[in-house]
């Protein structure tokens, strides 16, 4: 077990935690205790009872339980008027439902349990015990390999590490039993789930979880076998507890068996698709591997294997010759997918066709901040464009209109039932706001494969804050966001609940946007938003250039698949480099100074690398342009506040100069970028102080 620190639950000083590797399968005791952390505070402690195997040193906890805190599930201090309060909620929100958590020991005697998530139910719940842990790797929608099972099963025969199964979810401690994988439903004889497992032993050796990811061995290097999860089996399936947050299955240990039924040896060669009687294999051609039957090593299928199948298949009547036209066509369709730069090259087109003057900058400032952050938000006075600029993205990715939801921001919205809707509970119905976002949320998740796009349009006309707030929280999360509609414990209690599911699940296939203009009659946002958010401010082209926009049509695009997009991101690493570390480092340094309540947190940093590793090659946006821009819009968003609060930040000298400690911190790094943007705000925002002795 890893150990570090952390400000955990009912103390004010930090102290050692131990968390273990893994997620265990609980459910929530009834009952909470009243907790003082500090004078005035009033927290909750609760229990969770664990119901699959722990890792070593938690033996005990069997006893005890998990000790968890309400302020530590979303609540806060203060949250409820007494224990009666606080413990209605948790019966209503936990209640009825499993939960998975991370193990921890405090002090080394405390059972204490660390992210803790709502998994969801199963018919028997309330009867089944002993839950054993399974792999689960990818979903129907989104099957691993892009469902080629057979480079699955390659992969554990080569001893190749399974991606998506990481020390979060596994502890080395327990033996996988089987391991399970998505895949296509190939014409009904495999799939939509494989079960793989040792032929004769019980498990898979325990250590599974290393470099690079998961690997199942067979003890002794026995045989392995595979067959497909019998959904049909009724009493089987409503056992299974198939976990929402994590790729794992949870069973009852005396159904385990059932999935063993009717295994077979896996083919010398690998192939489960011509074992399984498939007679044409998708994935077929000059990247499929198959496993040598005699030293297991990979081998590449020739160009004379690929002719011979073809010829076989051809001569059976499988499928018909092409003559040298049809080739041609193939051929053409065959060519490389779009690359960023040809999508780049559409959105300037598309600029072009609108009649509005985008700076080329901006345009790709915009979609990088789309690539890299959850929520992009466009700002400056009204007029400049900033929802034509959203509109003609989704016109460059070739979207259809019910992909794309504008939602008017109404001063009367307080919370997100103003934006979702909310449930009935006379009638026993949900009901949807009219402002469609939950359909949309709904059409998303079940169309993992097709781009959305939402714009939240003059988005700080009321609290962001208050009706943002879920999705706040929700999209900051790197794995499985979900957006909740209601408790899920009521889901078959309302008549609509199959058309509206408690949860929702938030892919990358949704783009998140808002605009905002910033006057007398707008809030302005708090760094709860802005440390989430890319705020771009607009550059206003000049009014004489309008003339040189000629009449052009419309191109009608074809639609780019989620995939697509998604092969345009990078998501993983920090992307600073050393250097650009510390000039945040010497930015903060110069907040803390000065006595300013604000600064650089570490999701900023991470969020800055990312768009930085997200800047197109070839492109003449340079990393130091890019680097200028997040200064810009990730930390000098922030700087606000009254001359006496910003004097030592930022200032004008006699002569008209800008002074401060922020000018002085971008001209000691200037060799990483000119800071032509940032100096430009910082100049702003002096001029502002000396005129009205404030900034906003």
């Given at each position: 077990m890893g150990?570090?620190?952390?400000?955990?639950?009912?103390?004010?000083?930090?102290?050692?935690?131990?968390?273990a590797d893994g997620k265990v399968l609980g459910r929530v005791r009834p009952g909470v205790k009243l907790s003082t952390p500090q004078p005035g505070m009033k927290d909750y402690r609760f229990?969770?009872?664990?119901?699959?195997?722990?890792?070593?040193?938690?033996?005990?906890?069997?006893?005890?339980?998990?000790?968890?805190?309400?302020s530590r599930i979303g609540c806060g201090y203060n949250a409820f008027a007494n224990e009666a309060d606080a413990l209605h909620y948790l019966e209503t929100v936990f209640g009825d439902a499993f939960v998975t958590f991370?193990?921890?020991?405090?002090?080394?005697?405390?059972?204490?349990?660390?992210?803790?998530?709502?998994?969801?139910?199963?018919?028997?719940?309330?009867?089944?015990?002993?839950?054993?842990?399974?792999?689960?790797?990818?979903?129907?929608?989104?099957?691993?390999f892009g469902g080629d099972i057979n480079k699955f099963c390659s992969h554990i025969l080569t001893g190749k590490p399974l991606p998506g199964l990481s020390k979060k979810y596994w502890n080395n401690d327990v033996q996988p039993r089987v391991i399970v994988a998505a895949t296509k439903n190939f014409e009904g004889r495999l799939g939509p789930w494989v079960v793989f497992a040792p032929l004769y032993d019980d498990a898979f050796d325990s250590t599974v979880i290393g470099e690079g990811g998961a690997y199942f061995h067979v003890k002794n290097k026995g045989p392995l076998g595979y067959g497909v999860v019998d959904f049909k089996n009724s009493e089987l399936f409503s056992h299974i507890l198939r976990c929402t947050h994590s790729p794992l299955w949870f069973v009852p240990q005396e159904f385990i068996p059932d999935f063993r039924l009717n295994l077979k040896p896996v083919p010398a060669d690998g192939d489960l698709l011509a074992d399984s009687g498939v007679l044409v294999n998708p994935f077929a051609g000059e990247d499929s591997v198959a496993i040598d039957s005699d030293d297991h090593t990979e081998r590449l299928y020739t160009e004379e294997d690929v002719e011979r199948i073809i010829h076989s298949l051809t001569s059976k009547g499988e499928i018909k010759p092409v003559d040298d036209e049809e080739e041609e066509i193939l051929s053409e369709e065959k060519e490389k997918p779009m690359e960023e730069v040809d999508f780049l090259g559409r959105l300037l087109e598309e600029a072009d066709c609108s009649g509005l003057l985008y700076e080329k900058e901006d345009l790709i400032n915009f979609h990088i901040s789309l690539k890299s952050s959850r929520l992009t938000i466009l700002a400056g006075m009204s007029g400049t464009g900033k929802s034509g600029l959203v509109r003609l993205y989704g016109r460059a990715?070739?979207?259809?209109?019910?992909?794309?939801?504008?939602?008017?921001?109404?001063?009367?919205?307080?919370?997100?039932?103003?934006?979702?809707?909310?449930?009935?509970?006379?009638?026993?119905?949900?009901?949807?706001?009219?402002?469609?976002?939950?359909?949309?949320?709904?059409?998303?998740?079940?169309?993992?494969?097709?781009?959305?796009l939402i714009c939240f349009d003059e988005m700080n006309l009321a609290r962001a804050e208050h009706y943002f707030a879920q999705f706040i929280s929700v999209l900051e999360k790197e794995e499985n966001p979900v957006i909740r509609l209601y408790n899920p414990a009521l889901r078959s209690k309302l008549y609509n609940g199959d058309a509206y599911p408690a949860e929702i699940p938030i892919g990358r296939n949704v783009l998140f946007t808002g605009t905002v203009n910033v006057d007398e009659s707008t809030y302005h946002f708090s760094?709860?938003?802005?440390?989430?958010?890319?705020?771009?401010?607009?550059?206003?082209?000049?009014?004489?250039?309008?003339?040189?926009?000629?009449?052009?049509e419309k191109t009608e695009w074809p639609e780019m698949p989620a995939s697509l997009f998604e092969s345009f991101c990078v998501h993983e690493g920090l992307g600073l480099k050393e250097e650009e570390l510390d000039l945040l480092d010497a930015l903060n340094d110069a907040f803390h100074k000065s006595g300013m309540q604000c600064g650089i947190g570490f999701r900023i940093a991470c969020q800055m690398g990312r768009y930085l590793e997200n800047i197109p090659q070839g492109l003449s946006f340079t990393r130091e342009e890019g680097l200028d821009a997040q200064v810009v819009?990730?930390?000098?968003?922030?700087l606000r506040g009254s001359a006496q609060q910003l004097a030592a930040l930022v200032s004008t000298s006699d002569k008209g100069e800008l002074t401060g400690s922020l000018p002085e911190v971008l001209e000691r790094f200037s060799r990483l970028s000119s800071f032509t943007g940032a100096r430009k705000v910082l100049e702003e925002k002096a001029r502002e102080l000396k005129l009205y002795d404030y900034t906003i």
């Open positions: 150990s570090y620190n952390s400000n955990y639950g009912n103390s004010d000083s930090f102290f050692a935690l131990r968390q229990f969770v009872d664990a119901l699959s195997p722990l890792p070593k040193g938690f033996e005990d906890s069997e006893k005890h339980g998990f000790t968890g805190f309400m991370t193990p921890a020991i405090r002090n080394n005697k405390f059972f204490v349990l660390d992210d803790m998530q709502l998994e969801g139910t199963t018919a028997f719940m309330d009867v089944d015990h002993n839950f054993y842990p399974i792999p689960a790797f990818g979903t129907v929608d989104q099957p691993p990715l070739g979207l259809p209109e019910d992909h794309v939801r504008f939602l008017a921001v109404r001063p009367s919205w307080m919370d997100d039932g103003d934006i979702l809707g909310y449930v009935d509970m006379k009638n026993m119905v949900y009901r949807s706001a009219d402002t469609g976002l939950a359909e949309l949320l709904i059409d998303a998740a079940r169309h993992p494969e097709d781009m959305f760094d709860k938003i802005l440390d989430r958010a890319n705020v771009i401010t607009l550059h206003q082209g000049r009014f004489h250039d309008l003339l040189s926009l000629g009449k052009k819009q990730r930390i000098l968003t922030k």
